[in-house]
């Protein structure tokens, strides 16, 4: 992919996910984009999960540091993006990609406490770290911004409202992100992935209780996707070859049915 080599990406959850075990996306991410050439700042909850992945990268001959963040925590974003840039001098492209699940509940029987604690991580988190990284790209005249949204982020299912309404908000947020900064050099894009196989259920038998059984298997594709799908799609929008594709989220998603 063209323009990839040297430019520096900041990946937020680019560890292995809740349980550490298997993969996430943002960490196929990392491992992907490092192959292309990039320089990756893996940032994630403890600096042991950001750690787990810097190090691949680097075993696998690539430069990356961890870094430690909760995108909740604005203290804690602005810390992330000084050690950042302390180590790169810059942040040519930002992956908001951290991310936590609903409670696969109807809305009735979703805790006010659990609404907060999905919109904090999934959409305020998003607005945070773009706010903390923004004003270096800016200085610079230069950057890109990729927000993972999801399937969920088009469609209702039985992940829940919460969930739901905060991917439907990261897309809304994405256009925002483009409308107000694209003519100072900033590309604001999303990807709206599928039902992918991370951690969560690698190695799971998938029967039709699986979560988004239907919804999956009604799609074209009809079946669940790898986290390479996702990762390898988000190096084409972080990559010049995506230089025209400004405010959209690409659903990669098996042809999911919107509804
Ligand atoms: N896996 C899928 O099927 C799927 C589908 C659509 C969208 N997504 C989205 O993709 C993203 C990654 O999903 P995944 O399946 O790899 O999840 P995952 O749970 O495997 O990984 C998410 C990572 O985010 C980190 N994280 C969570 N809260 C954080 C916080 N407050 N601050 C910093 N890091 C935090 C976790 O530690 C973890 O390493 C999420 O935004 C998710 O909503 C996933």
Redesign the pocket.
């Known amino acids: 992919m063209r323009g990839l080599k040297d430019k520096v990406v900041l990946v937020?959850?680019?560890?292995?996910?809740?349980d550490q075990s298997g993969?996430?996306?943002?960490?196929v991410m990392c491992t992907e984009l490092a192959k292309e050439g990039s320089k990756i700042i893996v940032?994630?909850?403890?600096q042991e999960?950001a750690d787990a992945t810097a190090e691949e990268v680097r075993a696998a001959g690539g430069e990356a540091v961890g870094i430690a963040?909760?995108?909740?925590d604005e203290d804690s974003v602005k810390a992330m993006v000084d050690t950042a840039l302390e180590a790169f001098g810059r942040i040519d492209v930002l992956i908001n990609?951290?991310?936590?699940?609903g409670a696969y509940l109807p809305l009735l029987e979703i805790e006010t406490s659990q609404w907060e604690k999905i919109m904090?991580?999934?959409l305020k988190?998003v607005f945070l770290v773009t706010k903390g990284v923004l004003p270096s790209m800016l200085e610079r005249g230069a950057g890109v911004v990729i927000n993972?949204?999801?399937?969920?982020g088009v469609v209702a299912s039985e992940v829940g409202a919460e969930?739901t309404t905060a991917?439907h908000g990261v897309i809304g947020l994405t256009k925002q992100i483009s409308y107000d900064y694209g003519h100072q050099g900033i590309r604001a894009v999303g990807i709206?992935?599928?039902?992918?196989?991370?951690?969560?259920f690698e190695g799971a038998e998938i029967t039709p209780d699986f979560p988004f059984y239907d919804l999956t298997m009604q799609a074209p594709a009809g079946r669940?996707?790898e986290?390479m799908e996702?990762a390898r799609a988000v190096c084409f929008l972080a990559s010049d070859d995506a230089s025209f594709i400004h405010g959209h989220t690409i659903p990669v998603d098996g042809g999911s049915p919107t509804r």
């Open positions: 937020t959850g680019g560890g292995h996910g809740q993969s996430s996306l943002g960490q940032a994630d909850l403890t999960r963040v909760d995108v909740v990609n951290a991310g936590i699940f904090d991580v999934d988190g993972v949204s999801s399937a969920s969930y991917k709206g992935p599928g039902v992918i196989k991370t951690a969560a669940y996707g986290p996702i």
